[in-house]
């Protein structure tokens, strides 16, 4: 019996419960009645619609209508969720659930062979034989048909290291070897194999893919090559700057082992190539003898994907690429070498019929400046020895859905992910999809309680036959909101073109400089009146209410009648004109405080003041440069630099839906989730104890214009539990990564004296050193605002603020954020010996009345002028 028949039973019922779930899934309206008759029944009837394909030599699976048609909006399907999570669930999960690493391995297609990619077997007898054996055969034949019967000699997977290599004497007994294929071996003395290879003067194309000497990172291995061997035209897949006919000969399928060609071949027979495939061959220019309207007077097919083409400017390509007058179809990165703007790209090439796949004239009439649906898809690279439960971590971001659950009372601050079945999970990408999915959740009972997740598919277009179902992945989201951006969670969109981007986005920010405000006398006065009258206090937050006990102040409770207003909420003009408030009433808050206790509002005022300050880690807002983001990525993936960021939402304390990963495709899913800035992570933190820590610092700030500001001497360590670690597990375990106990995990408080004295030991250095730094960098931060948001300074206002520090391996503080209105719970509850400052005991009971008495009184007890 359905669960369902206990609950809602009518349409009516479940109309009337799920409007706004149907409202936001998009589903049409004319399907609302069938959804409900699928789930009341529970019905999964999409095996008797569609049917699932491996492709991509099983690397992916893609969904195919077995139907005989299905017309639009005429059908909606349930489809199950295989797999669904809380984020630092996932891991624990994986490992614990039985077979579900199993399940989502299959799922993902990332159970098979991690050779997989490897080219398939040739079916030759080459398979059988050893390197030695090989070589021998060929050496026959070419003391039986002369030197020039061998050009092309592939010796691939054969277990050959540098001696072999040396001992099978390869350049005497074929002197005149076009190609070399070494692929799969063992090499890993670069100069052994630079001396082998530079005695083959011939030699047009050497392939050394997936041996141990090139993750050596020899960088002069490749110029040795290129200097030794003139005619080198390939290598390792690349065109090298002496590319030429022979080069794109081979691209165009003229040249192969069979037929290698040679120097009794001529130019001439690249008049007859109609298609020619540079995808990913590393050209930087084009414009070149070989290929030229006059060589290849026929070409009507190029690709150009993946090449920086950067040696010639956007207009001279598209000049001389005009001149291949039989040229109908091109694919090429947009953005990238020939603009941005696929529109542009036509009108320069009139000949033109398809852009990347689609119809010009289709391009023309909707005016799309980005055309991406032939983009290769992102697979994870698969190692030897990798558990299943790595491989899907990795590999889940190319499959992840999520939603946030939400009642009348308040929004789940931590999302929910799921995995879509077997059938959902075929579905793929398309710029111009035929389905729609949406999650749905269904409540048989009419409540959260007994809600089930499903995702909902229906088709958006006429279906037939044998088509592939597809959607998209970005529903909604335009090129304003970065769409080709994010289009590289799941493709490889241009490299080049992202590091293009942000390299001028970095020279841009190096550009600033900056000049440390002057010290200059207090410009404020004590607020006590010449009566020595007190000073009325309204506050909503509890510590304030019972600690603030010197007789200058008395507490209020209504807002109106006080002098000071110290607040937790937000003062706006509509909170004062509901409460009462005047402008002569002193604040905790400064106008335009967002710059610096908004994550992306502190990143954007420290890099207009400072550029790139050590202080601060390499920060993006997501929202607006995603794009600068993916070329840093991409820039430190090429220089083999360490690539782990963190992710941060706007506006959440306690780091709630902070996320620790080296993924980029998980870096940009998880704007999904909420505004969010990607931070470069501190991978090489100092540790205490072998453990992650930061500080917390706070400071008042009694005016912006002058800066006033002053530090407590009262400061703590916030200390992890687990040891640190960079494990791939352990960026799941909150313990490890992050430092705030007050709500999550088992608080260890630490006395700071204790903290720093045990520090000084362990690190030999000297506090006080760090100290000072850390000094300079808090007035650092608060100087970007008063000089880019001189608006924040108020005559009445007077606030307090957390800051949050780390420190580097080298003892370098690293600001962490900004907080308003901080939480002082360890501050009021223990009294503290100061090691900075004046020294003494700062009695716990007595904080607040050492912050009101600077802020309001300009007194100077407990505290240090910045």
Request: with cysteine; hydrophobic share 35%.
């Amino acid at each position: 019996m359905p669960a369902a028949v206990a609950g809602i039973e009518k349409f009516e019922d479940f109309a009337k419960v799920h409007g706004v779930l149907l409202a936001a899934s998009g589903l049409p309206q004319a399907l609302h009645r069938k959804l409900f008759q699928k789930l009341y029944s529970e019905t999964f009837d999409g095996g008797n619609h569609f049917q699932v394909e491996s492709v991509e030599d099983g690397r992916q699976r893609r969904l195919v209508l077995t139907a005989d048609s299905l017309g639009k909006d005429s059908d909606v399907f349930l489809v199950d969720h295989a797999w669904t999570f809380r984020l630092s669930d996932a891991y624990k999960q994986l490992q614990e659930v039985p077979g579900l690493a199993e399940r989502m391995a299959s799922l993902m297609c990332v159970d098979i062979d991690s050779n997989s990619e490897a080219e398939e077997p040739d079916g030759s007898d080459d398979a059988k034989l050893s390197a030695v054996e090989i070589v021998e055969r060929e050496y026959c034949k070419v003391k039986e048909e002369g030197i020039d019967s061998e050009l092309w000699l592939e010796l691939e997977d054969l277990e050959i290291d540098d001696d072999m290599l040396v001992s099978l004497d390869l350049p005497s007994k074929f002197p005149h070897l076009l190609a070399l294929s070494l692929r799969g071996n063992k090499l890993t003395n670069s100069e052994i194999v630079a001396n082998v290879v530079a005695q083959f003067k011939s030699l047009k194309a050497l392939w050394l893919n997936y041996n141990p000497i090139l993750k050596a990172g020899d960088i002069d291995l490749e110029d040795s090559f290129l200097k030794n061997c003139p005619e080198l035209e390939i290598y390792n897949s690349r065109l090298t700057p002496k590319y030429g006919e022979w080069a794109l000969g081979f691209c165009g399928g003229l040249y192969e082992k069979d037929n290698p060609g040679g120097s009794y071949q001529t130019e001439q027979l690249l008049q007859s190539v109609i298609s020619l495939d540079l995808s990913n061959r590393c050209v930087r220019n084009l414009i070149t003898k070989a290929f030229s309207p006059l060589e290849m007077p026929v070409l009507s097919y190029l690709n150009l994907h993946g090449n920086p083409l950067n040696e010639t400017s956007v207009d001279e390509l598209l000049k001389y690429l005009r001149g291949f007058i039989n040229l109908t179809s091109l694919e090429v990165d947009i953005p990238g070498p020939l603009g941005d703007n696929a529109v542009d790209i036509i009108e320069a090439m009139p000949t033109l019929s398809l852009l990347n796949g689609v119809s010009t004239s289709k391009i023309l009439e909707s005016g799309k400046s980005i055309v991406d649906s032939m983009l290769k898809p992102r697979f994870i690279e698969l190692n030897d020895g990798e558990s299943l439960t790595d491989r899907v971590i990795n590999a889940m971001w190319l499959h992840l859905m999520t939603y946030r659950l939400a009642d009348e009372e308040k929004i789940d601050e931590t999302s929910v992910w799921y995995v879509m079945d077997e059938l959902g999970s075929a579905l793929r990408h398309s710029d111009e999809s035929n389905f729609r999915v949406s999650p749905f959740l269904y409540m048989p009972e009419g409540n959260l309680e007994s809600a089930v997740s499903y995702s909902i598919l229906w088709p958006t277009k006429n279906v037939q036959k044998g088509e592939e179902c597809t959607r998209d992945y970005l529903s909604g989201i335009s090129e304003e909101r970065q769409r080709s951006a994010r289009l590289t969670a799941w493709f490889h969109t241009p490299r080049d073109y992202f590091i293009r981007e942000y390299e001028k986005y970095i020279t841009k920010l190096n550009l600033a400089k900056f000049s440390p405000l002057p010290v200059l006398p207090s410009a404020t006065n004590s607020l006590l009146h010449s009566d020595r009258s007190v000073l009325h206090v309204y506050a909503d937050i509890p510590q304030v209410e019972e600690l603030l006990t010197r007789p200058e102040f008395v507490i209020t409770t209504e807002p109106k009648n006080a002098d000071i207003v110290w607040t937790s909420e937000q003062v706006d003009e509509e909170m004062k004109k509901a409460v009462g408030l005047n402008d002569q009433q002193y604040v905790n808050q400064f106008p335009f405080e967002a710059c610096i206790v908004m994550k992306h509002h502190l990143a954007e005022t420290v890099q207009k003041a400072h550029g790139t300050p050590e202080w601060l880690q390499p920060t993006y807002n997501l929202e607006t440069h995603l794009t600068q983001l993916v070329g840093d990525y991409h820039t430190r993936e090429r220089d083999g630099a360490d690539n782990l960021w963190i992710l941060k939402p706007w506006n959440m304390a306690r780091t709630i839906d902070t996320t620790v990963t080296q993924n980029l495709s998980a870096i940009i899913r998880l704007m999904e989730t909420g505004p969010k800035i990607c931070q470069k992570y501190i991978e090489h933190p100092a540790l205490f104890r072998g453990k992650k820590f930061d500080l917390r610092y706070i400071v008042l700030v009694r005016s912006m214009n002058p800066l006033e500001i002053f530090l407590t001497d009262v400061f703590w360590v916030r200390l992890a539990n687990n040891t640190y670690s960079l494990e791939q597990h352990s960026l799941f375990e909150y313990e490890t990564h992050f430092t705030v106990m007050n709500y999550r995990g088992k608080l260890n408080h630490m006395q700071t004296p204790e903290f720093v004295k045990e520090f000084e030991q362990e690190h030999h250095v000297q506090w006080s050193d760090i100290h000072q730094r850390i000094k300079k960098m808090i007035r650092s931060v608060f100087e970007s605002a008063a000089v880019v948001h001189p608006k924040m300074h108020s005559p009445t206002s007077r606030a307090m603020y957390g800051i949050d520090v780390m420190l580097d391996e080298q003892y370098k503080p690293k600001l962490l954020e900004v907080t308003y209105c901080p939480d002082c719970t360890r501050a009021c509850k223990y009294d503290m010996e100061a090691v900075t400052g004046g020294g003494g005991v700062v009695r716990g009971k007595d904080f607040y009345n050492y912050v009101f008495g600077c802020l309001f009184l300009n007194e100077t007890t407990h505290v240090s002028p910045l």
